[in-house]
């Protein structure tokens, strides 16, 4: 479960409802071309369906768009009447996709809620790690949460299987649809080299005696579904690590507005024509949901990730911002810079690391700490550039890993200040 979009849908429909209100679901998004002081750039608004139940029985929809401002807050959400021909223009181009709705959110919520004799509001409230805590002290697994919904549920007939045995043995299962964009061209089914319609499914198999069955020694692993419901493994994945991997993975939200350190149970290389070091990363979510992720290993390490998530009936759809940067061209150029801008950042166990400080510029998101330091003594700013100043920076956060931020850049102001006195001193005679 998208927590953070539970609370969007959440705050959307709290402004948009009536008395005859009875769900809200997201359903696509919208990307347009703005003006701004800078030139053009792109804007994505998220567009969401109202349903309202008449007093006669009779069911009626209103669309809502809205989306972020610059500061992450949410824009007052606009209603579109269903007849705006504008707007029905755009409708036919948006991007569109499946999740559940607020409803089924809070279903969600109160079987997590009633497994953890908690209430739902203390479920909203909790971190990712505070959840996997009170998981663990109830001695429950975060796949268990999975095992209600798959009860009942009946495989799909007539499917060619690669062994009876492993999908018997299957607890859980996530099904990614591969005619999804994953960059700013292709879609996963390109990459993996499968028929447009197929689908990715990552399953957890469990139970399975004769383990060689598999092709895969993890925890999770990965098969095509074919469009005539057929199901194989893939030659394009290669399993590349397993439960504990040792690989450090740094997942990217849909609007890239946060780069998050991620436990990963299993990995897969891309084999593909289209990208180069491409992964396929899986681990099982706070929600006791299987996660699916797309990225790209740092060549100059061959262990550490940078990914996004990929689409599923939980998670929105990533913005074009976002996938541009895993294209081939931007994903693999700059991997390497933005994995040493992530460990770098020392705000990333705090605040975090957006995708756009992500840059290789060191300088890219701590403006403020640049003002200050270089406000101090107008010599640093004489003497040093930008990247030298943040360099010292963040040795001194280094040295000093203890310390408050506020005492951090006074260490900085005055250490700067001293050497520039120093440098600047002889220059001058």
Known sequence: MDKSLYELMKEIYEQKKTEFSKDIKLIGTLTSEETSPNGKVLVTNDVFLIIDEMPDGTTSQRFVITGLDKDGKIYPAQEI???????????????????????????????????????????????????????????LSKDDLDKDENEGQEANQDEKVPDPEVLNNIDAKQEIKTNIKVDDKYTLADILGVPAGSKLLVVYPTNIPDRSKLPYT??????IQNPDGSIEYSD??????????????????????????????????????????????????????IEVGFGYIDR?????????????????????????????????????????????????SEDGVTLAEADGNLATGHEEILDQIKAYNPDIADVFTNDEIMDRYHSMCEKNPESSKEDLIRYTQEDLSEDAEHMKGPMEH
């Open 300 to 348: 100059t390490s061959n262990k550490d990730v940078v990914s996004e998530r990929l689409e599923d009936q939980h998670t929105r759809y990533t913005t074009y911002e976002v996938r541009k940067e895993f294209s081939p061209r931007e994903g693999v150029d700059n991997i390497t810079d933005k994995m040493d801008e992530i460990k770098e950042h020392p705000e990333i």
């Open 81 to 139: 009447a269903q007849d705006d021909i504008s707007f029905l223009a755009q409708f036919q181009n948006m991007n569109k996709v499946e999740v559940v709705s607020l409803n089924e959110f809070d279903k969600q919520l109160e079987k997590v809620a009633k497994k953890l004799g908690i209430s739902k509001e203390e479920v909203r409230s909790m971190s990712e790690i505070d959840l996997d805590k009170a998981l663990d002290d109830k001695g």
């Open 218 to 223: 993890t925890s999770l692993i990965c098969m």
């Open 236 to 289: 394009a994945l290669t399993q590349v690590g397993g439960k504990d991997s040792d690989k450090n993975v740094y997942e990217v939200n849909r609007d890239g507005s946060r780069v998050e350190e991620k436990s990963v149970k299993s990995s897969f290389a891309i084999k593909s024509n289209i990208v180069k070091n491409g992964i396929i990363t899986a681990r099982i979510g706070s929600m006791g949901y």
